[in-house]
């Protein structure tokens, strides 16, 4: 289990919109850069606020929780 699939509590998530964004920030999805004025999402687990970390949406919504990628059987085609 990961930070962002548990270990530290339920992971509060909130949209920050693009006037709201005024400082830069670099995802730790991809590791790229999210610039000032870009809406994204802000991801705050429970138990562990200092953890909190700016997400790009669509780095957020893409990733696989670390507790699935070693158990989830492979579906065949």
Known sequence: MGIWDGLYGPVEVKAVQPYEARKQYVC?????????????????PRDAPDLRRHWHRACWNRRTPTALKKSAPRKRR
């Open 28 to 44: 730790p999805g991809c590791h790229g850069p999210i610039p000032a004025g870009t809406g994204h999402v802000v991801a705050v």
